[in-house]
């Protein structure tokens, strides 16, 4: 966005970002600043010299505050924005910075999903204890010791494993990423689970044993992508935030989403979606599962991109139609 685009007019300062306070968001939060500010010259460099550009709110959320207890059982992965949007219609923020992957299928009245920032890579990272050596690169899973204890609490990850490896331990592990690597590294857990993006984005690439393709862990829907939310009705915002949207990666993240939209699962059910696009093409790969990995259904579907909310209400149809016992609690 240069000085000479329509909407370069510069919006009320200082703009206020609403964010989580773990070092990923906050990471994430800055990413996105400099990434407005390189599209947008006039905020950049605003006339007024002295008044500040930008005002980062941390707010803590219910996700954050309650860590000894999985999500499922607060009310679900909206707890990590709740309080977040509040403080948007109160109009104490005006933007609000998210890992997509946390953030609710269904926004809030009067809250829209502005923009999605370059997908960082959206795969899951295989994290090892000390004692369980290198991890073959043909089979990763097999690393983890007979009988192992896994730290994780996404459903996802959990159905998955285990129907890979029925002999593993589940048990919950939540917590920033620097708490849930120290864990392992202790030798608390045999293994963990985390997602790849936030590594990367926090300089820590290497403490991952093995990166796992989605033929062997299937990512969760929005993964890797930062989502960026605003009020509704704040057309200038709105405005401003589409212009430095990546396109692309909004038409996976539609496809993603409204998969998840189509199945309606709690934050019980494992669900997993990945979609990229090649040859002008969208292929989503979607997942549903029982919580102990004995039933794991994927379907998949291709199209034009510009029908991605479609593609993704075909997977969810798909899925619901193979196994709609594993939903039936969810939409009862």
Not at 119 to 142: Q, T, V
Not at 189 to 195: G, K, V
């Amino acid at each position: 966005m240069t000085a000479s685009t329509p909407h370069a007019t510069r919006p009320p300062l200082p703009l206020r970002a609403g964010t989580r306070g773990s070092p990923l968001a906050l990471v994430q939060t800055r990413g996105f600043l400099a990434r407005l500010s390189t599209f947008c010259p006039v905020l950049a460099s605003p006339p007024d010299g002295a008044t500040p550009v930008f005002a980062e709110h941390v707010i803590r959320t219910t996700g954050d505050a309650v860590r000894d207890r999985p999500l499922a059982e607060l009310g679900g992965k909206a707890l990590f924005a709740k309080e977040i949007h509040e403080a948007m219609r109160q109009g104490e923020i005006d933007i609000a910075v998210h890992s997509l992957k946390d953030l609710e299928t269904d926004l809030p009245d009067g809250i829209a999903l502005g923009c999605v920032l370059p997908r960082e890579d959206p795969r899951d990272a295989l994290i090892l204890a000390p004692s369980c050596g290198a991890p073959d690169p043909a089979d990763p899973l097999a690393a983890i010791p007979s009988g192992g204890v896994v730290g994780t609490c996404s459903p996802r990850r959990a159905a998955q494993l285990l129907a890979a490896r029925p002999d593993l331990h589940i048990e919950p592990l939540r917590g920033n990423v620097e708490t849930r690597l120290a864990r392992v590294r202790h030798g608390d857990f045999s293994a963990t689970l985390l997602a790849l993006a936030g590594l990367r984005r926090l300089g820590l690439a290497d403490t991952a044993s093995a990166v796992l393709e989605p033929s062997v862990m299937l990512p969760a829907a929005g993964q890797g992508i930062v989502g960026v939310t605003v009020r509704a009705g704040d057309e200038g915002l709105r405005r401003l935030l589409a212009a430095i949207e990546d396109p692309s990666v909004r038409a996976v993240a539609t496809a993603e989403r409204s998969m998840l939209a189509g199945l309606g699962g709690s934050c019980r059910t494992p669900i997993g979606g990945h979609a990229v696009i090649t040859g002008g093409m969208l292929t989503l790969d979607g997942l549903l599962a029982s919580e102990d990995g004995s039933v794991l259904v994927r379907r998949k579907a291709r199209g034009r991109v510009a029908d991605a909310a479609a593609i993704g209400a075909e997977v969810a149809a798909a899925l619901r139609a193979e196994a709609p016992s594993l939903l039936a609690p969810a939409l009862a």
